[in-house]
């Protein structure tokens, strides 16, 4: 559904990210890792074209990304950014219906149709807000509004979810409910996530592939297993680490070892 | 917030409006009868009303009401639409300094091309514009703009367009000075047909493109890049609404000077007694607008009659305080 080959994003002078090749397919979930500053947002907003590329190619369902209208990537791709700054007071319901605007019938102007109401009520219950829809966003709790903010990228109704770091306020239980929430859509077999996330044991867990990066380039694209070797991670992020399996998932667990041992 | 309870909110507002203006056209200076002018605004005949009456009611009163209605409407939409662009619920027209860019505009007009009645809504609507982009410059720093940035870059252009004021006013001769400065504040008096004109179409223009961005605007004064994510074309709808809100702002200093605060204290009562959603926020804005400067004005050509206050002075002594109370409280609850 979108394919990314060698992609070259520059600041100014600096490049962010260089040569990134990814392709993503439906029913996949993609965890992008690296250390801080590797790319990985960077990267992301590339993806659904807030970045122009200076080189590469982006292919979204086989036609250049820059082909498409912003109402047109906006229903194909939706993104979940860490947190929705709010300065004015709107309720839950508002909120996510404002994932409805790409759909709207009237262009970019007029209200929002029985179907639009229809998909929200839907995605508030799949996101566990249901009798919530009029409290007002900044009176909920973090776990509650990052939910909402899922809810409002679900409502967009894409079929690829693009996720900065969605769990990094979070505590442990709420962390696990936003992956597990992405990986129910995506288990669907048509909707595909990318997610940035310094939690490698959830990368593990919630991931099909892996993308390693630093510096702004590809250290490893692969299955968890694949990636997430000792020797990688002791030379990504400097950091000396025991890899063994999770003894429920079998999945690769990642353990920091911190000091040097005896 | 849906299409129903906007329409409801929008005609009790439209009964509000009507009623304002028929109590603003029977008080004044002269008291005019209540049953004879009744008849006479709605049949448009004289209904026994002396032909002085008759003068006072459709040659004095009615122009400058309908000409404070039409201000209202353009300040208040304007108002709400900088608020919901620059995220910032204290944006408004005269602290953001749009209002003395228009006034600058207005002025070199009549100083440099006096003959021609037309150049100064124009010219103010330049004034507003070249001040509205310089305000969201000065005010986006490398950390995005923060409501306190954007007030203090308002600040800073306010004083320094008062300089230039200053600097046009001293090139006037002396006896027109002090209808200057009477204006500076806010004047209603000055009216004249193709002024009443020149507000009403910008008012109907304007307040109708924002109306078209409002849904726009709902996503992006909750964040700019969140709204491009969800499909909004950003930089279109930042520069549609900035001119509309300069054309606001223009058409209304350009007849009758900077009335301030209007911008401020509607669409915040608005907000508050309905939701933030702008399809509701900008039509009942410019209707509860227009109903609040009629009032205003009302008020300052009353209270010392048969001397006047310049409207704005009313309008800055209810908004200043509620400024300060929105500043306590956080920027962060309407």
Redesign the interface.
């Known amino acids: 559904m979108l394919e990314a080959r060698d992609i070259t994003i520059n600041y100014g002078r600096r490049e962010a990210v260089g040569d990134v090749s990814l392709r993503v397919k439906p029913g996949e979930v993609i965890a992008i890792i690296g250390p801080n500053g590797a790319g990985k947002s960077t990267l992301l907003r590339g993806l659904n074209g807030t970045l122009a590329p200076t080189r590469g190619e982006i292919l979204l369902e086989g036609k250049p990304l820059r082909s498409y209208a912003r109402r047109g990537v906006a229903r194909r791709i939706a993104v979940v950014a860490q947190e929705a700054d709010l300065r004015f007071p709107v309720t839950v319901l508002e909120f996510v219906l404002g994932g409805r605007y790409a759909w709207s019938s009237a262009g970019t102007w007029g209200w929002e149709s029985d179907r639009d109401v229809e998909v929200t009520q839907g995605v508030l219950s799949e996101t566990e807000l249901d009798g919530f829809e009029s409290r007002l966003m900044n009176e909920l709790s973090g776990g509650e509004r990052q939910r909402a903010v899922l809810g409002r990228a679900l409502a967009t109704e894409a079929k690829l979810l693009l996720l900065d770091e969605p769990t990094a306020n979070l505590d442990l239980a709420h962390q696990a409910t936003m992956l597990r929430l992405v990986r129910g859509r995506c288990d669907d077999r048509e909707t595909a996530a990318v997610v940035i996330t310094h939690d490698l044991n959830l990368a593990a867990e919630f991931a099909n592939h892996v993308l390693l990066m630093k510096d702004g380039r590809a250290i490893a694209l692969g299955s968890p297993r694949e990636v997430l070797t000792p020797e990688r991670l002791i030379d990504v992020f400097g950091l000396r680490v025991l890899v063994d399996a999770h003894p429920i998932t079998g999945a690769p667990r990642i353990t920091p070892v911190h000091g040097q041992p005896g | ?3 129903r309870r906007s329409l409801g909110v929008c005609g009790l507002l439209l009964l509000l409006l009507v009623g304002v203006l028929l109590i603003a056209s029977l008080v004044g200076s002269q008291r005019l009868p209540l049953s004879a002018s009744l008849c006479a605004l709605v049949n448009g005949s004289n209904c026994g009303l002396s032909s002085e009456q008759q003068a006072i009611l459709f040659d004095i009163r009615l122009p400058r009401i309908l000409l404070a209605g039409a201000v209202g409407m353009c300040l208040a939409t304007a108002g709400a639409a900088y608020q ?1 662009l620059l ?3 204290l944006a408004e027209p005269y602290l953001l300094g749009v209002s003395n860019g228009a006034a600058v505009g207005t002025m070199t007009a009549l100083v440099f091309f006096g003959a021609h009645e037309w150049s100064r809504p124009l010219m103010a609507f330049a004034g507003a514009l070249a001040a509205t982009l310089i305000v969201y410059r000065l005010a986006r720093g490398r950390a995005g703009a923060t ?1 306190e940035r954007l007030i203090l870059a308002g600040v800073i252009v306010t004083t320094f367009l008062s300089s230039a004021i200053v600097f046009i006013t001293t090139l006037m001769d002396a006896t027109r000075i002090r209808s200057f400065t009477f204006w500076l504040l806010g004047d209603l008096s000055g009216t004249t047909a193709s002024l009443l004109a020149v507000a009403f179409v910008a008012a109907g223009i304007g307040v109708g493109i924002l ?6 605007l ?2 992006m ?3 700019e ?2 709204a ?6 950003v930089g279109r ?1 930042r520069l549609i609404v900035f001119a509309a809100a300069s054309l606001l702002v223009g058409a209304s200093v350009a007849s009758s000077g900077s009335v301030g605060y209007v911008g401020l204290v509607v669409p915040h009562l608005v ?1 508050l007694s309905t ?3 702008n ?1 509701v926020v900008i039509p009942a804005s410019a209707l509860a607008g227009a109903s609040f400067v009629i009032v205003a004005d009302t008020l300052a050509r009353t209270i010392i009659a048969p001397r006047e206050l310049p409207v704005g002075a009313i309008t800055a002594l209810i908004g200043a305080p509620l400024f300060i109370y929105l500043l306590k409280r956080g ?4």
Do not use: H, I, Y
């Not at chain 2, 109306?211 to 726009?216: C, H, K, L």
């Not at chain 2, 491009?228 to 074309?233: P, S």
């Open positions: 917030m849906t299409l919901a995220r910032n619920p409501p109306v078209m961005n409002a849904r726009s709902n996503l004064m909750l964040g890049r969140d491009f994510d969800l499909g909004v074309e709808v907000r939701s933030s959603d399809r920027t962060s609850a309407v």
